[in-house]
Every structure is written in C-alpha cells, then in structure tokens.
C-alpha cells in the first residue's frame, strides 16, 4: 500500500471510536435516542479542544460544533463545513465491537475469528478486489464494526487535527459537525443551521473511493390503518371483521414484479410495506415510498390509497385510513443552483489522485434536509461498505484518501475565491 500523502492518524482515531457503542434506537422518545451516544460526542468535543479548537461545544441535543480558523490571506473565503454522524444502526448490535486489521489484503475470503462459520466473500464484494495490498478492517463477527459513519467521524478529526498542524496550508474558515441519530431518521431535527454558520457542508458518509453523491429520493412514509370488529371467536359467525386479514389482502394487491425494492434498482422508484402492528381490531402497515422525481411520489400514494380502499371494500364492515407523512426531499433539487458546492468537490476527488464517480443515492443522507434547509451539503466517500451488518468493512487505504479530500476540497474554495466572489462576500 502506498503510504498516504497526509499522516494524521485517522486509522488509529477510527479504532478507538468504534469500542464505544453508539447505537441509536427508533423506539425510543428521548434525543438522542441513546445516552451512549453522548459518550463518543464529549469525547470529540474534548479532542476538538485539545487541538486547540476554542470555541468547540456540545449543545444541548449533543450536536458538536467547531471552527478551524482561516489562514488564507484572502478575506472573504466562504466557510465550509465538513458533517459526519457518530450513531450505528438499530439493525445489528454495536456493543463490544472488536476490531479485526487484515493486514495486505490478498484477495481471499475474509473470515471472522468470533464466528468461523461466516465469512466476507471475495466473490460476493466485487469492490475487494481493488483493494489487494492494502489493509482491510473488519468486525470479529458478532456485531457490525460502525464504519457507517465512525469512518467519516474519523477521517474530519484526522482531516482537522493535519489543518491545524501545517497553518500554512491556505484555506478561509471551516467548520465541522457530529451528530446523533442519522440512522433513525432524526439527524437534523435540531441542527441548527444558522448556528452551524457555513455557506456548505459536505457529509463523509458515502461507499466507493471517489464517489460523490448529489442525489437521492424524495421520500415519504405512508401508514394505512385497517379498522375491523372484534369479538369471541367462538361466537364470530357474521360479526367478526379481521382486520390482520383486510391488510394482509392489502399487501397481497401491491404490484408483485415492480415498485418495490426487491424489483427495482437505479433511478426506479418502489413502494415498500416494511412494518407491521397488527390486532384483529386494528392492524396497520408503515410503507416507504421513494422516487428521485418528487412529483411521482403522489402518484406512488394515490395507488396505495386506492389498494387500500379495494381491500377494505372487499371485506364489509371494515374501513380504513390513510396518513401520508414527508420525510425528505432530493437534495439534487437545491444542488443544481449551487454548481460550485459540486465541482469543487469533484475538484479535490481528482487532485487526490482518484477518478471521480457522482452516483446516485438509493437513500437519503442527513444532507437530503439539510440542503432545503438551507445548507447545500452534498455526500463524499468515506470508504464503508456493507453497512449495517457484521459484513461491514472498510479500507484504510480509502480512509487515507478521504482525508487527503477533504484537505484538498478546503485549498480548492481558498483558491477559487476570486477578487470579484471577496466583493460580493463583503456586500452580503
């Protein structure tokens, strides 16, 4: 493996991060979801300070916050942020994560010391194979390792900690964020933007080695309740109304080859039944519906409405409602005006060396919100792969690439901030 162009530790950050169990968890009412979250925010709140980052805080919702001061001799130079989230999803467990480094890579299969019957195939993971040489990290089988997003986490501590060390790189003001609760949805409910104070942020939470991402779906979520009669089984004979069994019809009527995840890829979009809370009395189905044209997402819900109905209609004394809820918009929408935010980024993806890839997200990304709320923030790789899971991996070669982006994305703003962009800075 080549040796990375800027030594800042990150690997070693990433190693620590990942044995505090960070968790984040949807039934819950409290923010963040967890307490342990707060655990890994305070520390980088600490750390900020130790690199001598005076005005880094935690707020009260755990959000931390904290500025790289300038040392371009430009005025002017528009702040930039860099976001990364510190949760792990509900779906695996992220306690007592044991770190596992393959050290140069050859290609084979990856195996778990805590569970010898499972295994990262090379054959299944097509992306191992540009990684031969270099040193991969994996869990040790029992949890997901927490790469989505302590990665990214890791890599804008190494990306500052190299910032604040070598002043006479030029760049104008830079800003980061850590974050609760991305994985439940909830990353950006009190992220303050204004607080925040950046003209754009770019989030390190994306796969490949050198993707960008600028956009994803629109996305709604959709609960359609059935409502039945209950009473004695044994004295059910023309009164009872099943209503598990009016939604089990429901689900039956959605299109069985097409709209839903299992069918789809690229830019199709799906409808997607993926909870369910059933009683005879009341049964209801959480749907998911995604499409990166927001226009077809009402088209997506007037089809579910009108299943719903048909299956209602079809078992008499039973009714039903439908509750349409947004949940994020494609960011691609706020991007397009703003052609700088994505071609600077693409700018610093080819300086470090790599070929630039603007995919598409089959997602959303805290970005998603944060762009309409007024903080185009479009998503950069920070080198996970099979997040979620006990599969998950990560290279160290591609971390190493990461923060060599992020240092080369704040030199690109200092050096495209014309005499005439410092004059419209200072009017504003």
């Not at 305070?42 to 750390?47: G, Q």
């Not at 090379?122 to 029992?142: E, K, M, R």
């Not at 494609?330 to 080819?350: S, T, Y």
């Not at 998950?392 to 591609?398: A, F, K, Q, V």
Request: hydrophobic share 40%.
């Amino acid at each position: 493996m080549n040796a990375p162009k800027y030594d800042t530790g990150c690997v070693e950050r990433f190693l620590e991060y990942v044995k505090i169990d960070t968790q984040s968890r949807e039934d819950s009412d409290t923010f963040p979801s967890t307490l342990s979250q707060l655990d890994l925010l305070s520390r980088l709140r600490d750390e900020l300070l130790a690199l001598g980052l005076e005005d880094a805080v935690m707020d009260e919702h755990g959000y931390v916050f904290a500025t790289i001061p300038a040392t371009s001799a430009k005025s002017g130079v528009p702040t930039i942020g860099f976001l990364a989230h510190v949760d792990t999803s509900p779906e695996m467990s992220g306690a007592g994560v044991k770190a596992i480094i393959h050290r140069n890579y050859d290609g084979s299969d990856l195996a778990f010391p805590d569970d010898p019957s499972a295994m990262i195939s090379f054959a299944d993971n097509p992306h191992l194979a540009t990684q031969i040489g270099n040193d991969i990290i994996t869990a040790s089988g029992n949890t997901l390792l927490g790469a989505d997003n302590k990665a990214g986490v890791a890599e804008i501590m190494g990306a500052a900690q190299y910032l604040v060390d070598h002043p006479e790189i030029p760049h104008g003001p830079v800003r980061i964020g850590f974050t609760p609760d991305e994985e439940v949805g909830n990353g950006t409910k009190f992220f303050d933007t204004d607080r925040f104070g950046a003209f754009c942020a770019y989030t390190m939470d994306g796969e490949t080695l050198g993707e960008l991402q600028v956009e994803t779906f629109s996305a709604d979520a959709i609960t359609v309740t059935f409502h039945g009669f209950n009473t004695h089984p044994g004295f059910a004979k023309g009164r009872m109304v099943n209503a598990i069994k009016v939604a089990a019809d429901f689900i039956h009527r959605l299109p069985q080859d097409s709209l839903s995840p299992e069918t789809t890829a690229g830019y199709e979009g799906f409808v997607h039944p993926y909870m369910v809370d059933a009683s005879v009395e009341r049964t209801s189905v959480k749907l998911l519906v995604r499409d990166f044209v927001t226009a077809n997402l009402e088209e997506m819900e007037q089809r579910v409405g009108q299943l719903a109905s048909e299956a209602a209609a079809a078992h008499p004394g039973s009714r039903v409602e439908v509750k349409v809820e947004e949940n994020y918009r494609n960011m691609k929408e706020v991007l397009d005006q703003h052609p700088d935010v994505v071609e600077n980024a693409l700018e610093a993806i080819r300086r470090a060396g790599l070929e630039s890839a603007v995919e598409p997200i089959r997602g959303g990304t805290d970005g998603s919100r944060l762009s309409f709320m007024g903080l185009p923030t479009p998503n950069i790789f920070a080198g996970e792969h099979n997040f979620h899971s006990r599969f998950e991996w990560i290279s160290t070669y591609d971390m190493h690439k990461a923060v060599e982006v992020i240092i080369e994305l704040c030199r690109v703003w200092e050096e495209r901030t014309s005499a005439e962009d410092r004059k419209i800075t200072a009017l504003d």
